[in-house]
């Protein structure tokens, strides 16, 4: 089990949190598992970037982005060299450190 580390966000997790998630898991769903209401408008099927994460701390102990995530990538609001798609992002035995940025490009959020 990796532990994640989510810092602090003013929507989805306030006080930040650390949870845990087993190898195999991708961020997006060690989040929701735990209560961490993160956007995933297209229900993690790699269209949207409303679920963009920036990793802290661990970055290269996940999964290669594939090119369909790299491109969607390119309009994450906030993007930064160590963004991910939550959703596409496969954790491994190695802990992590997340940040959800402030905003997203969704302008109308679903009721997942």
């Not at 209560?35 to 994460?53: F, G, L, P, R, W």
Request: charged residues 25%; glycine residues 4%.
């Amino acid at each position: 089990m990796a532990v994640i580390k989510i810092l602090p966000h003013p929507e989805y997790c306030p006080a930040g949190a650390e949870i845990e998630a087993p190898a195999g898991t991708s961020i997006c769903e060690a989040l929701l598992d735990h209560n961490i209401k993160i956007e995933h408008a297209c229900d993690m099927s790699c269209a949207c970037t409303t679920c963009h994460v920036i990793v802290r701390e661990g970055f290269n102990s996940l999964n290669d982005a594939e090119e369909e995530e790299e491109d969607l990538l390119d309009r994450a609001w906030g993007l930064e060299p160590q963004s991910r798609l939550s959703c596409q992002a496969i954790v491994a035995q190695k802990d992590l450190v997340v940040e959800i940025p402030k905003y997203s490009i969704n302008h109308a959020k679903e009721n997942h």
